[in-house]
C-alpha cells in the first residue's frame, strides 16, 4: 500500500510488503521516482509512465481505478500485478492512496489452464487425425508404427517414443518401431530380456498409463535403470500397455532425456489413447493378413482346378453338370457345349462312344445309380490310345448327398512305366549277374540273395553263402580292434533306417585269408517289402597302390622339405595356387596362409613385378627363366636366385633361394684368391730380397782382405738374416692363424706378456723402449694362447720397431682388465705413429704405413684376422709423431661360466 503525491510524483508512504515486492527499502522507495518501478511499456505496447499517469489522475478526480500491471523489483524483473487505485483526501495536495497486489500465481495458473486447453485441442486433433489414416486402417503395422510414434513424439514435445511389442514366446520386449526427435530417425531391432523386470510385468498388468516423472526412482521402472536408463541417460518414461487378443501385446514407450518431465494428465491420457491406436492397428494388421491368406487359398484351390491336367467334373443329384475344368474335356473327349446343356448325365454317352470297352464304366454307373453312397474306380482305354483312371465319389453338405465328383487321371505314362519297369528288371538282373562287385541282397543281416561276383569273391557256393551273416564273412577282429559280429548290426541297421551306409570293411574267403573291401549299403523296397543291399568291392590292390603312393608322397615331401627354398606356385593373375615356405620366412609380407593372395601382397614389391615379368617369358616361351636379384630385407642386403618353370597353360613355379652366404662365400673367395696371389708374389720377393744381399755381401767378403770393412759387411749379412728371420715368422704366424682350430686353454697373462717381451729383446733398439706392463684379472680367463701371442708378439714388436729414435725415452705400455665376461687390452707406444691417411689400411695385406718400415706388411692383417676368429673387436687410435695406441675387447669363453648360463635360460 502506499500513498502518492502527483504534484511531486513521489511516495509520501509505503507500508512494510511494498518493501518486499519492489525488493527496496522503505528509505530508497520514498527517494525514487515511481516510474522507475515501471519497465518502459507494458505487455500491450503502450508507454507505461504515460499510461500509468492517465490512471492516477483519473482516481485522483475520485475514480476508483483497478488496473492490471507490470511492476520491476529491484534485480529488475518483472512482476505481474494487480493495482487499485482511490482519491487519498487532502486539502492542500493532490495524492492518491494505491495498493499492488502481485498475482504471478494467478497468471500462471491461468496460463497453464490455457495451455492444458490447447494441448486438449491439439491432442484431439491428432486423434481423430490417426483414426482416418489410411496406415492404421489398412493394416500397414510398420506405416501406422511409424506414424503413431512421430505423433506422440510431436504432440507431447519429447525426445523418443518406441512401440514394443513381446515375442511369441514371451521372453523379450522387442522394438518394433522407435522415433527420436533429435535425430529425426526411425530405429527398430533392440531387445530386452522380460527376465530382468519382473515387476514391470505385473504393473502393466493392472495400470492403465506408467507416469514415472522421475524413473530411475520410480519403483515401477527402476528395474530399467542400470542396464538400460542409465546408459541412453533417460530421466523419465510415459508408458501405456496395449492389448490384443485379450491380453498384453506391448507398450507404448514415452522417453525424456537430459532432465526429469512432469507428466501432465493430458500427456497421460493422449499416451493411454495412443495405445488404442496401436491396438487398433494390430487388428488391422491381423484382418489383412487373414484377407490376404484366405485370397491365396481361393486363389490355390481355383489355380489348382484350373491348372491339374487331371479331369474333374462336378455334378449335382440329378447329373446336372454344375463345374468342370479343361483337364476333364481333354480326357473325357467330350465338348464343353454339351456339358453346358440342361440334360442329366449329358456327356456320359460321349465319353462312353471313346472308350474301347465300356461296359466295366457303365456298370459301375449302375452302381452308383442304385447306392449314391458308393465310391467308384475304374480303368479303361480310349480309342485314341491313352489309358485312363476315374474315380466316382459323392459329394455331400451338411450331411446329405448333393451330387457327385468326377476325378479323371490320365496314367498312361504309368502303364508305360510299368512296361519299361519290367523290361529294367530284366536288365537289372543281367547286370546283377554280371556285376564286376560282389551284390548280396540281405534280410535283416543275414544273405538271401547275391550274384556270382560274391560267390567267386568268398569261395563259397550259393547254398554256402545263403543264410550267412556278413560278420560271418569276416575276421572275429576288424582292424581297429572291435568284433565284426558287434561292429556290423549297426551298420546295417542304418542302412534299414533309410540312410545310405559306406565304409572300409576287412572280409574274409572261404579258406581264412582276409582281405580289403569297399561296402555300401543301402535300402530297396520292392512292393510293401524292404530288403538291404550290400556291393561290396574288393580294394586289396587300390590299397596296396594307395600304400605305395603314401610313402611316395612322403619321400617327396621329405625331399621337398629338406630343400630350403621358398616355392610359389601361381596363375597369370597373380594368385598363388600352392606353396612351400623356407626356414627363413624374411621375405614375407603377410603372416598365416599364403592361398589365394596376390603375388604382390606376398613378396616386396620389385621382387613381386620381375617375377611377374619373367613367369609371362616363360609361359610365352616355355623355357625356364632364371635371374638373380639383390635386396634389402628386414635392414640388411640379401641376394637372392629365382627360377621360373611353367608347370601348365596358365601357371607357373617360382623357387626362389636366398644366396647370400653364398655370393657372400665367393666374394670371399675372390679376395681370398687374390690375397693368396699377392701374398705369393710378395713372399717370394721378400723371400728373395735379403737372400740376394746376403749372396752378394758374401761375394765380396771373399775379395775383401781389411777385417773392419769384413766386419762391417758382417753387420750388414747380420741385418738380413734378421729381417729374413722376421718374415719367415710372420709366415708362421699367418699359417697358424688361417688353418690352426681355436683351442680353448685358461690364460696366464703374465707368462704370455713375458714370453713376447723375451722374444722381442734382441730385437735392434730393444733396449731402448722400456716396457710397461699393468694386469688386473677379476676372473679366470679363458681363450685361445697361441692367437693371443700372435696379438702381442706383432703389436709389441711393432712399439720396438717403430719407436721414434728422436724421443729421450721410448716406451710401450700393456694394459689388461678381465672379467668374468670379457678382456680389455690396451698397447700404446709413443712410436713415430701412422699418417691419417694410412689408418684406414693399417689392417690390409702386405700395406706399409711407414717408409723406414723394413716389416713384410701381413703382422697387422694377423693381428686384425686372429681378433675376428676370437669373436672380438680391436680399434686404432694414432698420431703422427706422438704414438699409436690398440685397444682390444675379447670374450671370456669360459666353458664353466656357459654351463651356468644355459642353466639360467633354462
Known amino acids: 500500500i502506499f500513498v502518492m503525491d502527483l504534484e511531486t510524483e513521489r511516495f509520501i508512504e509505503v507500508n512494510k510488503n511494498s518493501e518486499v515486492l519492489f525488493g527496496r527499502m522503505r528509505e530508497e522507495l520514498m527517494e525514487i521516482n515511481p516510474r522507475d518501478l515501471n519497465p518502459p511499456f507494458q505487455p500491450d505496447g503502450s508507454d507505461s509512465w504515460s499510461r500509468q499517469r492517465g490512471l492516477l489522475e483519473s482516481a485522483s478526480e475520485g475514480n476508483a481505478t483497478v488496473y492490471e500491471w507490470v511492476h520491476l523489483n529491484a534485480e529488475g524483473k518483472e512482476i505481474p500485478c494487480e493495482v487499485r487505485l482511490n482519491r ?27 495451455d492444458s486447453r490447447e494441448q486438449l485441442r491439439i491432442q484431439n486433433e491428432k486423434l481423430i487425425a490417426l483414426t482416418a489414416s489410411p496406415a492404421i486402417n489398412s493394416g500397414d503395422l510398420e506405416a501406422a508404427f511409424r506414424e503413431i510414434s512421430q505423433v506422440v513424439c510431436e504432440t507431447l514435445s519429447v525426445h523418443r517414443t518406441g512401440i514394443w511389442l513381446f515375442d511369441e514366446r514371451g521372453e523379450n520386449l522387442a522394438c518394433r518401431m522407435e522415433y527420436d526427435v533429435r535425430s529425426n530417425l526411425f530405429e527398430q531391432g533392440r531387445e530386452l530380456p522380460v527376465r530382468d523386470f519382473p515387476h514391470y ?6 495400470e492403465r498409463v506408467i507416469a514415472a516423472h522421475y524413473a530411475r526412482e520410480d519403483e515401477r521402472t527402476r528395474e530399467f535403470t542400470e542396464n538400460y536408463l542409465i546408459p541412453a541417460n533417460i530421466f523419465s518414461v510415459l508408458d501405456a500397455p496395449f492389448r490384443h487378443d485379450g491380453k498384453i501385446a506391448g507398450v507404448v514407450w514415452v522417453e525424456q532425456f537430459i532432465e526429469p518431465k512432469e507428466w501432465s494428465l493430458e500427456a497421460q491420457n493422449f499416451v493411454a489413447s495412443m495405445a488404442d491406436m496401436v491396438t487398433l492397428a494390430l487388428e488391422a494388421w491381423e484382418r489383412k493378413k487373414a484377407e490376404v491368406e484366405l485370397a491365396q487359398t481361393l486363389s490355390k484351390m ?191 541297421k542304418r542302412a534299414e533306417e533309410g540312410e545310405f551306409v559306406s565304409y572300409n570293411w576287412k572280409h574274409q574267403r572261404a579258406n581264412g585269408v582276409p582281405f580289403d573291401a569297399e561296402v555300401s549299403l543301402n535300402r530297396i523296397t520292392i512292393g510293401e517289402r524292404t530288403w538291404t543291399q550290400a556291393f561290396v568291392r574288393d580294394i586289396t590292390e587300390r590299397i596296396e597302390a594307395e600304400g605305395a603312393l603314401r610313402e611316395s608322397e612322403l619321400k617327396n615331401k621329405a625331399i621337398l622339405d629338406a630343400i630350403p627354398d621358398l616355392m610359389l606356385r601361381i596363375n597369370t593373375e597373380g594368385l598363388v595356387l600352392d606353396y612351400k615356405t623356407n626356414d627363413r620366412e624374411d621375405l614375407l609380407n603377410v603372416e598365416g596362409t599364403l592361398l589365394d593372395r596376390n603375388l604382390v601382397e606376398v613378396l616386396p614389391a620389385s621382387m613381386a613385378a620381375q617375377a611377374l615379368q619373367h613367369m609371362k617369358r616363360a609361359l610365352a616361351t616355355g623355357e625356364s627363366q632364371q635371374y638373380e636379384l639383390e635386396m634389402m630385407v628386414q635392414g640388411g642386403k640379401r641376394d637372392y636366385e629365382t627360377r621360373l618353370v611353367r608347370s601348365g597353360a596358365r601357371e607357373a613355379l617360382i623357387i626362389i633361394r636366398d644366396v647370400t652366404e653364398r655370393k657372400r662365400t665367393e666374394k670371399e673367395l675372390i679376395k681370398r684368391n687374390f690375397e693368396l696371389d699377392s701374398f705369393v708374389y710378395r713372399a717370394s720377393h721378400d723371400l728373395m730380397a735379403p737372400l740376394n744381399s746376403l749372396m752378394g755381401l758374401i761375394e765380396l767378403v771373399k775379395n775383401e782382405t781389411q777385417e773392419v770393412v769384413v766386419l762391417q759387411y758382417v753387420g750388414m749379412m747380420s741385418k738380413g738374416v734378421e729381417k729374413l728371420d722376421s718374415f719367415i715368422r710372420n709366415l708362421a704366424d699367418f699359417s697358424r692363424n688361417d688353418r690352426q682350430e681355436i683351442g680353448i686353454n685358461e690364460i696366464n697373462w703374465e707368462i704370455l706378456v713375458n714370453e713376447s717381451l723375451e722374444n722381442l729383446k734382441f730385437m735392434e733398439n730393444s733396449e731402448r723402449v722400456k716396457k710397461v706392463v699393468e694386469i688386473k684379472s677379476m676372473a679366470p680367463f679363458f681363450s685361445d694362447p697361441v692367437r693371443l701371442g700372435i696379438l702381442f708378439n706383432n703389436l709389441i714388436s711393432n712399439a720396438v720397431k717403430y719407436q721414434n729414435l728422436e724421443n729421450e725415452t721410448s716406451f710401450v705400455k700393456v694394459e689388461i682388465l678381465n672379467n668374468s665376461r670379457e678382456v680389455h687390452i690396451r698397447i700404446e707406444d709413443n712410436g713415430i705413429g701412422i ?62 661360466l656357459k654351463k651356468k648360463t644355459k642353466s639360467i635360460e633354462a
Open 201 to 206: 510385468l505385473q504393473v502393466i498388468q493392472d
Open 302 to 492: 481355383r489355380a489348382t482346378f484350373d491348372s491339374t491336367q487331371d479331369g474333374i467334373l462336378v455334378v449335382d443329384i440329378e447329373g446336372r453338370v454344375l463345374e468342370y475344368n479343361e483337364g476333364f474335356l481333354d480326357l473325357s473327349n467330350v465338348p464343353a457345349e454339351v456339358l453346358q446343356s440342361d440334360d442329366e448325365n449329358p456327356g456320359f454317352l460321349v465319353m462312353l462312344e471313346h472308350v474301347v470297352d465300356h461296359k466295366g464304366l457303365e456298370d459301375a454307373m449302375s452302381r452308383m445309380e442304385k447306392n449314391p453312397e458308393t465310391k467308384e474306380g475304374y480303368i479303361y482305354e480310349v480309342k485314341d490310345g491313352r489309358t485312363i483312371e476315374v474315380y466316382i465319389r459323392p459329394m455331400k453338405m451338411d450331411g446329405k448327398i448333393r451330387g457327385r465328383l468326377w476325378f479323371l487321371h490320365d496314367i498312361t505314362d504309368l502303364k508305360r512305366a510299368e512296361a519299361a519297369l519290367l523290361e529294367n528288371e530284366t536288365k537289372f538282373r543281367a547286370l546283377f549277374s554280371q556285376a564286376n562287385d560282389a551284390i548280396l541282397v540281405m534280410q535283416g543281416a543275414f544273405v538271401s540273395e547275391c550274384n556270382d561276383k560274391a560267390l567267386e569273391m568268398f569261395g563259397l557256393n550259393r547254398e554256402q553263402i545263403t543264410g550267412k551273416a556278413l560278420y560271418e564273412l569276416s575276421p572275429e577282429l576288424q582292424p581297429d580292434g572291435e568284433q565284426s559280429e558287434s561292429k556290423l548290426p549297426a551298420l546295417v
Open 88 to 114: 487519498f483526501p487532502s486539502a492542500s495536495r493532490v495524492m492518491v492512496r494505491g495498493s499492488v497486489t502481485n498475482i504471478t500465481e494467478r497468471k500462471l495458473t491461468e496460463k497453464r489452464v490455457l
Open 835 to 896: 699418417k691419417e691417411i694410412h689408418q684406414a689400411k693399417v689392417f690390409d695385406l702386405f700395406f706399409r704405413a711407414s717408409i723406414q718400415s723394413y716389416g713384410s706388411g701381413i703382422g697387422m692383417y694377423i693381428v686384425k684376422d686372429a681378433v675376428d676368429k676370437l669373436k672380438g673387436s680391436i680399434k686404432m687410435k694414432s698420431k703422427l709423431g706422438t704414438g699409436t695406441t690398440f685397444t682390444m675387447v675379447i670374450p671370456n669363453e669360459n666353458p664353466n
